[in-house]
DNA sequence: GATGAATGAGAGTTCATTCAT
DNA sequence: GATGAATGAACTCTCATTCAT
């Protein structure tokens, strides 16, 4: 990624979170950016396309970071809890970026799409781990699938529920989610 | 609500449904309710404030639904599991909307904060649920506001599962879900 | 005039006053007099209707207050006099329609025609004073048309003075005015 | 100013001319001008925006034109008679300007506070001269303000004359005027 | 006489995209 | 590589007027 295509890059991320993908105008982008308007276009195809590119390369490097720390890990549960901790990491650290890609997650665009293709790789990661815990016998091998997608649910509504708490302990909230996932609301 | 603004109201979900909040028109909402675009400015302030009253009144009508279901039932999970019921059964006849509403959750408009707020007073009773249950002994008194966002978080991410392989036995659903939300992955 | 005529003549002057002419809706004219919006319809062909009936009122009651007040006078001066002084009392008093007025003077509308036939009628009763004053040998017979214009210009421009400097006091203005206009500014 | 926004200034000033500020659309003046919509919003803000620039640009070029005719003369008299001449002959040309700046001089909206500010930065020119006629004794020093108010009262009242008689004889007109403004009616 | 729901033409404005330089 | 002036389709919203009751 050359310098330009790093400014544009920049800019519409702080913009897309500032303001959601519609209210972000290409003006703006360009401005915040410091390049000319045309720019934008010689880099990118369009405005969904800039979008595009930073999804993938955001989902990108969460996965990144995740393998990288797992990657010695031998206990399952672990591993589930480095995704929890990253994640919400993330997620609270860049919040609006988050809840612009949530408002995205829905719909029939290219970008929403495409948003959908990326974390449903994600969520491939999660199962995988999920899958481990499986073969240890630590949890049922049972509807590993929905089980990845419940947790991510259970991340999610941990980050909306940090949000309106302004609750920022990551590790507290860590063990709170990770609780639920592991054992549910009962006893 | 007269019959005009019924067929407003109607046209609107449907429209809305189709193609979300940005992309549906006032011309093609006007079209589809087979009357003037000025009519719609007759009954309502806004595009804005015709989302703002389909909100209003769709969880208006699940809390109805769930109050009705529930008022003779004394086991408090009987009434999660009905929550669990409702909800997906809507979610997922409603599909379309449903998914309108997740996307239009984020963000500063009015209307988002409009819908927030009335998700908040849904989760209350939600959460009012669990503490009956926790009242019972039935389930740790711990952390039941953020249980009652995992609770939420945890049927979307179902709904979405059941979105992506058209999985609509509900029954079947909503017991995985609820098993989920009783006892974790763990085991 | 009978009640309803007369509440939205009321009403229609009070709305003209503080919106003018463009930014006054039927709507509001019918709010303010206490009336559905039909019945404006009911009374008056249009918009452009109401406001020419009451330019068309406004100026008669002008010109009776002038002709009531001077058909005792012998002194043509005064009778001049007596018209600054009705004229700047009504305008002053009644500010935000004289300027709704004196922006409605120019242009090419029905009712904007119609204004300055109802105008020349008045310009014609200050030239009739004028005629007078000149058969007494008081002012020169010189261009007695353009001194009614010029007549009007300069009681004008002193409600605009006055409206600026907020000075409401009539007779002080007046004597100036009529200073203005038998003397000029020389010497 | 760029060739394109003199395309724009031109056509705005021939819509309003023709229209009056109202009745004159984006749409029009996009047409007079030979450019696209979009363009007027690319070289202004707003509707609004276009005619307040051709205001300033207006008032502008009389002062100019007024302070080059002036700065070599020493009567203050005919100072004031080259005002009039300067502005009864742009008046004249550009009528119907004249009258759209008239009916904009009243009311509430930007434009309108605007032109009033102009217009009393060219009141205060007047009363320059008007300063500069009394300390000659040719005047009397008493509310050399409100003269100055009157004197654009009266040359304005004398266009308006000239209108309705299609007199177009600018010294003529010219002479009468400063008759009228320096002796008044009287005699 | 009076109502007010319904109308629809038309307005100003926005903004992603293009393209000549 | 980069620019920014120009575009025009599309949008939301306004409001004088009509007409069945």
Not at 23 to 41: H, N, P, Q, R
Not at 170 to 183: A, H, K, N
């Amino acid at each position: 990624m050359n310098k330009t295509k790093k400014l544009i890059f920049d800019a519409s991320i702080k913009s897309f979170s500032q303001k959601g993908f519609h209210k972000s105008t290409m003006d703006e982008i360009a401005d915040m950016a410091g390049v000319a308007k045309g720019t934008l276009y010689y880099h990118f195809k369009s405005k969904e396309d800039i979008f595009k590119f930073i999804i993938d390369e955001g989902v990108k490097r969460i996965e990144d970071e995740i393998n990288e720390k797992t990657k010695n890990m031998l206990d399952p549960v672990n591993k589930l809890r480095a995704v929890c901790e990253i994640q919400m990491q993330l997620a609270i650290n860049h919040l609006e970026f988050f809840k612009t890609m949530l408002s995205q997650l829905w719909g029939d665009e290219e970008r929403q799409h495409q948003l959908r293709n990326v974390l449903s790789r994600y969520f491939k990661l999660i199962e995988g781990f999920l899958k481990e815990a499986a073969d240890d016998g630590l949890i049922a091998d049972d509807n590993l699938e929905i089980m990845a997608f419940n947790f991510f649910g259970v991340m999610t509504s941990t980050v909306v529920y940090s949000l309106i708490h302004k609750e920022k302990d990551i590790s507290q909230l860590t063990e709170t989610l990770l609780g639920f996932v592991m054992r549910g609301i009962g006893r």
